[in-house]
């Protein structure tokens, strides 16, 4: 079936760099993407969504890029801080029909800001 | 005052046991949603409801029963438990049907023993 996935399950900077956490996505279909976080215990949260008519979007220290070509997306954190530590997951929707609201998640990327 | 509650946080429990998790929104929200996220963190949605009707209902066992008393409340019931239910359980709730900028609650770790 279609599905999520992400190409790299962990990643480790050090603090100030910037991060790059991939998605890749198999369903054309989708046309809306979201960013998740979710760290130790608790439940995931919202970072940053993106429609498949754009093909970028900023928010405060993160991006996210969509290249609906290659269905690919990334999000970038910008100077990491020991704090962006999590397990971060794409996910996909959508449009319409039956399965509007069904959102489809990757398989998670755990990212560690070291000091 | 939390967004999205759950109770318990924690429930371990015996194979074959019926038992209940409870979910609130205090946010106004239209849709709840449930998920399970196994051991290997891999969240998938179980069940949605928009306005006390469920609208989204994947390939759960029908020992998963969920139950929306009004809007704000969406509990999720399990019959006859098993080994593989064993997961963390989410729920969480949006203001429309797209899941936009959804709230999670904490989750309820179930482990059946």
């Known amino acids: 079936g279609e599905s999520v996935g992400l190409h790299l399950p962990t990643l480790s900077v050090q603090e100030g760099d910037n991060s790059i956490i991939n998605c890749a996505y198999s369903?054309?279909?989708?046309?809306?993407f979201i960013w998740y976080k979710q760290e130790s215990g608790k439940g995931p949260q919202f970072i940053i969504d993106?429609?498949?008519?754009?093909d970028k979007r900023q928010g405060q220290r993160v991006t996210v890029l969509l290249n609906k070509t290659v269905k690919h997306l990334s999000l970038q954190i910008a100077a990491t801080q020991p704090g962006d530590s999590a397990v971060y997951f794409c996910?996909?929707?959508?449009?319409?029909?039956?399965?509007?609201?069904?959102?489809?998640f990757g398989q998670g990327t755990i990212l560690t800001v070291h000091p | 005052d939390t967004a999205v509650s759950q109770t318990p946080k924690y429930l371990v429990t015996q194979m074959g046991n019926d038992k209940s998790i409870k979910c609130e929104q205090n946010l106004g929200h239209d849709t709840m949603y449930w998920y399970k996220q196994d051991s290997k963190k891999f969240l998938k949605i179980m069940f949605s409801?928009?306005?006390?009707?469920?609208?989204i209902n994947e390939t759960v066992p029908n020992r998963f029963s969920p139950k929306s008393p009004d809007k704000a409340h969406l509990n999720l019931h399990i019959n006859s438990l098993e080994l593989g239910d064993s997961a963390v359980y989410f729920c969480?709730?949006?203001?429309?049907?797209?899941?936009?900028?959804?709230?999670f609650g904490q989750g309820t770790r179930l482990t059946v023993v």
């Open positions: 993106i429609r498949s008519n754009m």
């Open positions: 409801y928009n306005n006390k009707e469920l609208i």
């Open positions: 369903n054309s279909a989708s046309d809306y």
């Open positions: 996910a996909e929707s959508p449009g319409g029909g039956t399965s509007y609201g069904k959102l489809t």
């Open positions: 969480a709730s949006s203001q429309d049907r797209g899941l936009r900028e959804a709230f």
